[in-house]
């Protein structure tokens, strides 16, 4: 019987397994309305004119 705090080479993973780089997991957080809204503004103050005209025109035909 093993001594509590002891351990085997045999309990250990493979050496390829430590060696894999972990994976970092992105999810985008949802905005709020009043973040969205900022966020937006933020991004319609950054184009020029001809962007702002196209990007108002295609939000008129999906009915916003």
Do not use: N, Q, W
């Amino acid at each position: 019987m093993r001594e509590e705090g002891t351990y085997l080479g045999r309990d250990c993973p493979p050496e390829e397994d430590k060696k894999k780089a972990p994976v970092a997991s992105f999810s985008p957080r949802k905005m709020k309305g009043k973040d969205a809204h900022t966020h937006i503004k933020a991004l319609v103050a950054l184009m020029d004119e001809d962007e702002k005209e196209a990007l108002f025109k295609a939000a008129e035909e999906e009915g916003f």
